[in-house]
């Protein structure tokens, strides 16, 4: 009998691309946003908003225990608990719109306060 060619194959085709599974957010960086520094707090909000009523007292000023007008006296007062913002007045007060009077913080100028805390409460 004449011999029958063996069915033609489809050579092997590759397998699809497997979908590349969801890569993970990138980790946080670990340095701070501009806008929780302590320079940026300071200049932005604590000598605009604050410095009216917590500076050194003078003849015939308020002044408050908390002075706010360097680095130094904000963290020799009582208001900042680097790392703690629950125990750290300066952002209880403002975050309940206490502080300053009559004019309120931002929700992002809190935020900026909260974080800085958070992060240490550092000087930069």
Partial sequence: ??????PQMDPPQPDPPMEEPPQPDPPMNDTPKTEETFTYIHENI?????LN????REQGGLGLKDDYTNYATTMAGSSVVAGNYMESSMYT???NGKMP????????EVSYIR???EQGALDN
């Fill in 93 to 95: 007060e403002t975050n």
């Fill in 53 to 56: 009523c917590h500076k050194p």
């Fill in 115 to 117: 974080a800085w805390i």
């Fill in 101 to 108: 009077p009559g004019n309120a913080l931002s929700e992002d």
């Fill in 1 to 6: 009998p004449p011999q029958e060619d063996p």
């Fill in 46 to 50: 604590l000598v605009p908003k604050c």
